[in-house]
């Protein structure tokens, strides 16, 4: 008998497909069509795709790999898309709290950008931004920053995806003189970065009120011209509806599709101050939305109506927005619970948006929200292998009656133990491969005395 089965094994070690990698866990959350969680699942990788997705008993079977990830006390989940954040603001964390919106812009932070931005302030806050990210099982990134270049070389560099836009904004900046020059930094930008495995460059006009309808008009022609993205911020406060209706009686959303800046591949961040019509046009455009609920909050902005926007099937994702005074950091996890939390509150309904809905913005309704669905978001087979595993062995872990739950209302970002982004293992034990930890907060401790010094 012995040397049958040794003879069978032997067999069947040669008809096994290879895999570079096998990761298993308690649970597995898919995120696929049939919102399956396998318990005692596995994913197997080869290259930068999944190739198979099961029990761990089936993916064995199937699949000899070279290299195992085995987390019998963890949940493996898709790596979280965060769809809408100013990654190198990771510098500016802290420096004007409790403001809102337009105080915080006009009295803080574009004062504070002037004096300080630089290529290399921009390439160590995203470097900070990505290492906080990663940690915390964030796996793609949407950025709208300035020297957009140097945030993907960045983002590349710590082995992250990202959708990446360059500013375009009405006034001087670090990076562009005028409009006009953020266009063409935007262009450079795009042609640089096409076709690239972890970037999808994009274009990113700041927000209705900073540029003139000539300048949208203009971002929105080039973004088309490159099938790329448009990122833009859309009714994130009432005064930005009141302003737009004293100016032309209509609201920012109506303002832009009718100079044709919602037609094309759109991500719209906060949305807070949506009638119905204005939500109408968001479906009919396609308009991915980036959902902001701590900042929303904390800038007391209000809460967008995000349950109407899912009942008229608009992709909605989860983004945490800039760390200096609109959030103060990039969890995820923490956007799941408050997105959950916040719109109980506000319609007085536990059931308003559930775990689950929570779980898949952040995951394979981000995607879709950035028009990446059919690369990443779920775990499935021929989709790129951006997994992460969360710890189920501490205090806030246990017991577990539900997986989704659990991932949304009771683990946190330091739960993060094992990170892979397009089939690379970027985070192992919580410790991260990519990037140099110690030197990355070691400048970001010299910068935040630059930057402590140029507010006086």
């Known amino acids: 008998m012995f040397r049958i089965s040794s003879f069978f094994l032997f067999v069947c070690a040669l008809a096994a497909e290879p895999a570079d990698w096998i990761w298993s866990g308690r649970y597995l959350i898919t995120e696929d069509a049939q919102h399956r969680v396998i318990s005692g699942g596995a994913v197997a990788i080869r290259g930068e795709r999944i190739v198979g997705v099961g029990t761990k008993s089936e993916i064995d079977a199937r699949f000899q790999a070279k290299q195992r990830v085995d ?3 963890a949940i493996l989940a898709p790596g979280l898309i965060d769809t809408h954040t100013h990654a190198a603001m990771s510098l500016f964390r802290g420096i004007a709290d409790d403001k809102n919106l337009q105080d915080w812009l006009n009295k803080y932070i574009f004062p504070a950008e002037a004096r300080n931005l630089t290529p290399d302030f921009v390439r160590w806050g995203t470097r900070l931004g990505c290492l906080e990210m990663l940690l915390g099982g964030t796996t793609t990134f949407t950025d709208m920053y300035y020297f957009e270049d140097v945030v993907a070389e960045a ?3 710590a ?3 990202g959708v990446l836009g ?3 904004i009405g006034f001087p900046v670090a990076d562009a003189k005028t409009p006009g020059d953020s266009l063409k930094f935007a262009e450079r930008f795009l042609q640089r970065f096409r076709n690239d495995p972890l970037v999808v460059p994009a274009v990113a006009p700041h927000a209705l009120y900073t540029n003139s309808d000539a300048t949208l008009q203009a971002a929105r022609a080039l973004a088309n011209k490159y099938h790329a993205p448009l990122l833009i911020h859309l009714s994130e406060t009432k005064k930005e509806n009141d302003d737009e209706q004293t100016k032309r009686r209509r609201s920012p959303t ?3 599709d009718a100079l044709g800046v919602l037609t094309g591949r759109t991500v719209a961040a906060h949305c807070v101050w949506m009638s119905d019509a204005d939500l109408r046009i968001l479906k009919t455009r396609g308009v991915g939305v980036a959902h902001c609920p701590s900042s929303n909050m904390m800038l007391g902005s ?6 109407k926007m899912l009942v008229l099937g608009i992709a909605v994702g989860l983004g945490p927005d800039g ?3 609109s959030n103060n950091d990039f969890n995820m996890f923490e956007e799941m619970d408050l997105a959950a939390k916040l719109q109980k509150v506000t319609a007085l309904n536990p059931q308003a948006l559930s775990a689950a809905t929570a779980l898949e913005m952040a995951t394979v309704r981000g995607a879709r929200a950035l028009g990446m669905e059919k690369e990443i978001g779920s775990l499935e087979t021929g989709k790129r292998a951006d997994i992460i595993s969360v ?5 806030n872990a246990v017991p577990v009656y539900d997986p989704i739950s659990q991932m949304v209302y009771a683990l946190k970002a330091a739960d993060v133990r094992d990170v892979m982004v397009n089939g690379r293992p970027v985070v192992r034990d919580a410790k991260i491969l990519t990037l140099n930890q110690d030197q990355i907060l070691q400048k970001a401790a010299e910068y935040g005395v630059r930057v402590s010094a140029s507010l006086r």
């Open 166 to 168: 360059e500013t375009i």
């Open 71 to 73: 987390r019998p006390d």
């Open 302 to 307: 209000g809460a967008a109506p995000v349950p």
């Open 155 to 157: 983002a590349k560099e």
């Open 323 to 325: 760390p200096a005074g």
């Open 391 to 395: 710890r189920l062995d501490r205090p």
């Open 159 to 161: 082995g992250m995806r």
């Open 254 to 256: 109506q303002t832009l």
